[in-house]
């Protein structure tokens, strides 16, 4: 087993390519065959596999939860400003975690597919992720 952290420093909402720094967490682990999992320790971020083509489909996606939790919208929770609640609720919406398998020492996404660390806070942040490889 072998555990690693993945730092990502964002600089506003948007997706961030993260699949690299996953594949190279394998790579330290020495692993042909076995089971990738990625884990963000926030609360106002998520992580998403989708489409790695076009990046018109995670703008679309991203308008889309804009207009399902606009954020302009007026919460109670609101100590970190008026972008925090819908943040949150994005990443409720979502996921905090994502597992992949792994054969031959490869993520085995689809053609289309790559792991992205999703921030839904406009200013920038470090974003903590814990990968952990489990696997022979």
């Not at 083509?53 to 100590?79: G, I, Q, Y």
């Not at 031959?104 to 920038?124: D, F, K, M, P």
Request: charged share 20%; net charge negative; aromatic share 6%.
């Amino acid at each position: 087993m072998h555990h690693g952290t993945v730092v990502v420093e964002t600089s506003g909402p948007r997706t961030y390519d993260i699949t690299t720094s996953i594949e190279r967490e394998i790579a330290a682990a020495g692993v042909s065959s076995g089971l990738a999992t990625v884990f963000c320790q926030h609360t106002s971020c998520s992580l998403v596999i989708m489409e790695n083509a076009s990046p018109d489909a995670r703008r679309d996606l991203e308008r889309f939860f804009n207009k399902l939790v606009p954020p302009d919208c007026t919460f109670e929770h609101n100590l970190e400003g008026p972008d925090d609640m819908p943040s949150h609720i994005k990443t409720v919406l979502t996921r905090t975690s994502e597992s992949i398998p792994i054969i031959g020492a490869r993520l085995q996404l689809g053609t289309w597919q790559g792991v992205y660390l999703w921030e839904h806070r406009t200013i920038s942040h470090k974003r903590t992720l814990i990968v952990t490889v489990i696997g022979e």
